[in-house]
């Protein structure tokens, strides 16, 4: 089994920046990838950002440019920095993180931009 908890979410303003984090425990040797998703609501959750484990990442177009997704394997934990956020971002993000036989998902983090 894999524990992810998130952490950093929060309110800012347009233009704003915020940075999450995703401790993982456990059984974390059989993590691969992992990931942030996010959903707004009335929406069904999409992708934002993923990393490999060799550290090769993949963004949703709508972020490219302003988030950036990176891991510190000696922590177990995976970041993502949220720059110049746009009211538009806001949305329960969400920790992924792919294990051997299956996902495992954190609790989420609600992240609100609005002036």
């Known amino acids: 089994q894999v524990q992810l908890v998130e952490s950093g979410g929060g309110l800012v303003q347009p233009g704003g920046s915020l940075r999450l984090s995703c401790a993982a425990s456990g059984s974390i040797f059989s993590i691969s990838a992992m990931g942030w998703y996010r959903q707004a609501p009335g929406k069904e959750r999409e992708l934002a950002a993923t990393?490999?484990?060799?550290?090769?990442?993949n963004y949703a177009d709508s972020v490219k440019g302003r988030f950036t997704i990176s891991r510190d394997n000696a922590k177990n934990t995976v970041y993502l920095q949220m720059n110049n956020l746009k009211p538009e971002d806001t949305a329960v993000y969400y920790c992924r993180a792919a294990g051997v036989n299956r996902d495992y998902w954190g609790q989420g983090t609600q992240v609100t931009v609005s002036s």
């Open positions: 990393i490999s484990g060799g550290g090769i990442t």
